[in-house]
């Protein structure tokens, strides 16, 4: 396979081929090597991807991405809009299926069972790894219905009580049930935005996913719902697996363990979180962690 | 920012800016003022015309809602109806020779001279009057002896009696005495003879005649014969029977389509290509399809004639694509984020559609299908090619019975030789055509804003 690095693809649109005093033409022949950075005591790997690479009809949007991502732990994608870190993760749950034109390469493994293999059932890969969207997306429906849709569409409840005691525990884990437990039958999308979207993270852990996916979950929120929502993350990080993806360096830096530096389509460094915002080993990943661009 | 600082530039006079911007200033607000007349006045105009056409019709049809009636009493004469007893159940007789002896009673009271006891009853009521059998006949609308008749049928004990009945005056007397008719025209150029046009002043005058509620216009079919007694009914039901046809095939085809095209069908060149037809067949004349009716329905297929059958189906064609473009739009509407929270939590494709994407387009789908329709009801082109412009006298049982539809009547009406009687049924019709599609409209807003509140 041929790749540009997205570098040259831009610059050979706008400036002469032959400048070579720009800085990321300088920085070219290390862009596919991600620099990466064990934690110091080693976690268990859930999802491994290796050499994942996303295509939306001609365009290439992400190039060789390889990362694992460990159990109980939160996993931070950050990097400038456009980087590809939110086409990474829609990759993690095969939500790309739904775009029209988007092509996958590589191989992603969720305990080593490949979730590509044209063998796996699409419909069971999205119940065991949930995802959580940008903008609270409710259904048009009642608080209760919400959370229950999906035990109910998996069959995970066994009787009409079983399905109401999921739905409160999963509303208790997502700190909502004190607020709604009034109005479990009135329509959620009559909540505030942040409670909406702790709705839609009880929505996700109703299933018991393995992995929850969350595309910037907090960026339609105000600090006060993002503070709700950043402590139900770490709470939940007991339990669950955690990938989120982030546009706030703050909110990185508060909720995850590990974090993975994504820029034009490159992962360009994974390592712990600590490590990342103090002393990383990439150039480009202190340019963008201390605001020199992004 | 301080109001004195916003304030601040625009107060230091020979600011050229300033100037500049009030002089734009000026001009935006005529722009502004210039484009408010204009849509004012566009809207006066198109209201205008709207209460136009409304007053226009309401004012011609209302007056035919009513119909004349003249109140006599009616003397079933013995002299006149020289027919046996009604014949009796014999316990010696078989059901069958019952029902032969019924019917031959029957129609010897058909033959009865009917008309003659119109002619006595209403001679008996103005007794002072010179006039001919001819004059009383042209009163009373042609078919109210079939009334008496069965009223007879009905009641034998009615032999030798005398009721108080109120007949039906003919068409000609409404229209004499609604002024549909120029009063001062010689007599050789009236509808009325002369002594006819005499009673009906008089017996209007002292209340014998009186304009009541005419429900012939909803009870009974067509009629050329007693034009006063042509209603709506048949072309109601021939309505009816299309409309029921229309929903039952054009929605759910229209519907699934909609949705397959929509949700599950991938976006390529066939795709494209039915695509560009649907949003074609939506734009072709409906003649085309009266045509295309013809064609397939009547010389393929076999359907009879004028049948409510092959009408719905010719509309329902039509409809389809009104009903597909119009569902696929509200799917369409739909935000992506709804479909994505449905997938992302494990749903099938099928249950994203069917438990969230299609509940919330519910409103839409609903509103095109009424829309679609109305549209058919209100059809006639394509009814004229499959012959259902056919004078048809019966109601039709079966949506496979001879029958016409509600605006084929309408322009059947308004090409009926009896100009000045049938223009103002005319209007009535397409006053009931507009309260029919009024209503279908209603239901709509009612069932639409029913689903809102729920969703």
Known sequence: MMFNAPETQKMNATLAPASSSNQSSAALPKTFQTVRTPDPEPRKVRVHAQDVSVFYGPKQALFDVSIDIPEKAVTAFIGPSGCGKSTFLRCLNRMNDTIEGARVSGTIQLDGEDLYDPKLDVVELRARIGMVFQKPNPFPKTIFENVAYGPRIHGLAKSKTDLEQIVVESLQKASLFNEVKDRLHEVGTGLSGGQQQRLCIARAIAVSPEVILMDEPCSALDPIATAKIEELIDELRANYTIVIVTHSMQQAARVSQRTAFFHLGILVEEGPTEMMFTSPAEKRTQDYITGRFG | MSVSAMSSPAASAGSPNRSRIQASLRRRRNAEKRFRFYGIASVTVAIGFVLFLFSTILHEGLPAFWQPVVKVDVTFDPAIIKVDPKPVADTDQSPAALRRANLDWQRKVTMVNWNRIIENSIRAEAPDVEMSARDVQFLVSQNERYRLRDMFVENPDLLGKTVPIELLASANVDVWLKGDIDRSLASDRQQLPEAARMLADRFYEDGRIRMAFSSVLFTNTDSRNAPAEAGLLGAF?????????????????????????????????????????????????????????????????????????????????????????ATRASLRAVPPSLRQAALGLGASRTQTVFHHVLPVTYPGILTATIIGVAQAIGETAPLLLIGMNAFVTTLPVTPLDQSTALPVQIFLWEGNENRNYFEPKTAAAIIVLLSVMLALNAIAIVLRSRFERRA
């Open chain 2, 237 to 325: 039901i021939g309505s009816l029977y299309m409309m029921i046809i229309v929903i039952v095939l054009a929605v759910p085809v229209g519907v699934a389509s909609a949705i397959y095209l929509e949700e599950f069908a991938p976006k390529n060149k066939l795709t494209d290509l039915i695509e560009v037809n649907i949003n074609n067949l939506a734009a072709v004349p409906s003649i085309v399809f009266g045509l295309l009716g013809a064609a397939v329905f009547i010389n393929y297929f076999h359907l009879p004639l004028s049948a409510p059958m092959a009408g719905g189906l010719v509309l329902s064609l039509m409809t389809l694509p009104t009903v597909i473009i």
